[in-house]
Structure formats: structure tokens, C-alpha cells
DNA sequence: CCGATATTTAACTAAATGGTTAATTAACCA
DNA sequence: TGGTTAATTAACCATTTAGTTAAATATCGG
């Protein structure tokens, strides 16, 4: 995986165990072991303090000391970098009525002629 | 990694070159060794064919046929999903000047007095 | 201090990732 | 037909990932 900050909030969210910590944890802070109690059927302990190391990694997680606990924090503000990134492209996800749009890409592809778009 | 929808468009946006790739994409159709032009000095063509084999899994990219061409497109429509799965999280990114959240996370915390959250 | 609980670290393994070079397939065109 | 271009596939390799079990660390509480 490649390290730079955008990378590495998208590979944090490509899994389903990390999403549903995230999900637990925005209903509060929790520590480690509750958070881990509804993938214990699945998983370690130990796997679920790497997939909780690769949220934390990627800024989305943070955690505190209380006693032997490690109440563990939600910190959505890589979300907004990765939010931004998506933003550029709504209008390609977005019921494409934009007629200007349509228009435009139709002209684009009629002006390639017969040479495939490269040059003569 | 996992194979459920949303994990793949997470997955295939984890790379700076797919990212890359997209960025191109979203200017019009362009076929294979066109879209690997800028990429063939760190990479292999067999390579970016990866990376593009990826974001067609995700369903980001399809390709069709021109002669030996093989013109491809971008479909955001896979973002959309992505999107809206981050869209829950938004208050938690946004500058939390909201009054009323920042009061219910002081309560939650307040109440849990000195059994660390667990009954007794 | 001691035993229990919470969490992390170590050491290991199987499988996936991301790259390589060489070979193959497919279509064009002179 | 035969050479050229476009793209994919095959075979291979090093590194990372995602899990395991067992051991270590740290703090609480009686």
C-alpha cells in the first residue's frame, strides 16, 4: 500500500471489519475490547488490534489511557480529504441530465475521426 | 482483500496511480497505451494493465472495442455507494461547532463514573 | 504483593499485491 | 501474407497483509 494520507484513509475503509469499528465507534468512545467483542466470533483479539493500528495509521483513530483501558475516538477529519477527492467527480455518479455535459463528451468523440485519436 | 462492492471501490481508490488513472479518465474516453503514456516511466504497460484490470473490478472503468483499440471510460457510478457511505460520517469531519452533538458527547462520557463504562 | 483483566508484541504462516520480462493474441495495413 | 502495433496473459519474485497462538506488559483491586 502506498503511504501518502489519501491512500491510506481509502485502504483503511476497504475493509468490512474497519467500517464496522468505525460505525461503533461513531456512537462514542468505546476502549478496545468492547470494540472488538462483536468480531471476536470471527477473529483474535490480536487481528483486531492490527485492523484498530490501520485505522489509528490512517489519523481515523485515536486512543487515550483510563486505567488498563485504551478508550478509542473516532476522528473523522481524513473523511473530509477523501470527501473532497469524490467531490470532483460527482457529476459521473450523478444521473448524467446535465445535458451540457452529455453534449460536450458526444462532440469530444466525434471530432477523433478515423485515426483513433492520434496524431497524423 | 474483501469482495463485497464497497470494499472494492475503497480498495481500487487506495493508489495514487489508479487515482491517477481516474483523474484521466474523467477527461474522456482514451485507449490503454494512451492512458499508460505518463505512467511508463515508473511502470511496466503490463503493469498499469493491473491497475486498470482493479478499477474495472470495481466497476470504475469499462473498456470496449475499437480495432486493436480498447477505448476506456470512466462510470462514477460506483462512487456513489462510496459517497454515500461517508455521508454518514460527515459531522464528524465538519467543524463540530455544533452545539447540541458536542453537549451529548460530554454527557456520555460524564455518566460513565468509575466502573470504566461496564455494569456492575 | 498477587491474581485478574486489558492490551500489545513476537514469531510464524498462507495468501494477496505489485511489480518484472517474455510470450501470446488480435487486428491493422502495405 | 507478413510485419507492426495494441493489449493481455503467463510465469515468476519480493514484499505486505491478515490471520494465528503464545508470551509480555501494564494497571487495577483485594
Redesign the pocket.
Same mark, same amino acid.
Given at each position: 500500500?502506498t503511504n501518502d494520507q489519501l491512500s491510506q484513509t481509502f485502504?483503511a475503509l476497504s475493509?468490512p471489519?474497519r467500517r464496522a469499528m468505525l460505525a461503533r465507534l461513531s456512537q462514542g468512545e468505546i476502549? $478496545? +475490547?468492547?470494540l %472488538?467483542k462483536p468480531f471476536l466470533k470471527?477473529? +483474535? #483479539? *490480536? %487481528?483486531v488490534? &492490527?485492523? #484498530?493500528k $490501520?485505522l489509528e495509521n490512517a489519523g481515523l483513530v485515536t &486512543?487515550s &489511557?483510563d %486505567?488498563?483501558? !485504551? *478508550?478509542c475516538k473516532l476522528n473523522g477529519s481524513p473523511l473530509k480529504d477523501a470527501n473532497d477527492w469524490m467531490e470532483t467527480y460527482r457529476q459521473y455518479w450523478e444521473d448524467s441530465l446535465d445535458r451540457l455535459g452529455e453534449y460536450l463528451k458526444t462532440v469530444k468523440k466525434s471530432t477523433k475521426g478515423k485515426n483513433h485519436g !492520434?496524431k497524423k
Amino acid at each position: 500500500m502506498t503511504n501518502d494520507q489519501l491512500s491510506q484513509t481509502f485502504h483503511a475503509l476497504s475493509d468490512p471489519t474497519r467500517r464496522a469499528m468505525l460505525a461503533r465507534l461513531s456512537q462514542g468512545e468505546i476502549n $478496545v +475490547s468492547d470494540l %472488538a467483542k462483536p468480531f471476536l466470533k470471527d477473529m +483474535s #483479539l *490480536p %487481528a483486531v488490534t &492490527k485492523h #484498530l493500528k $490501520v485505522l489509528e495509521n490512517a489519523g481515523l483513530v485515536t &486512543k487515550s &489511557k483510563d %486505567a488498563q483501558y !485504551r *478508550p478509542c475516538k473516532l476522528n473523522g477529519s481524513p473523511l473530509k480529504d477523501a470527501n473532497d477527492w469524490m467531490e470532483t467527480y460527482r457529476q459521473y455518479w450523478e444521473d448524467s441530465l446535465d445535458r451540457l455535459g452529455e453534449y460536450l463528451k458526444t462532440v469530444k468523440k466525434s471530432t477523433k475521426g478515423k485515426n483513433h485519436g !492520434r496524431k497524423k
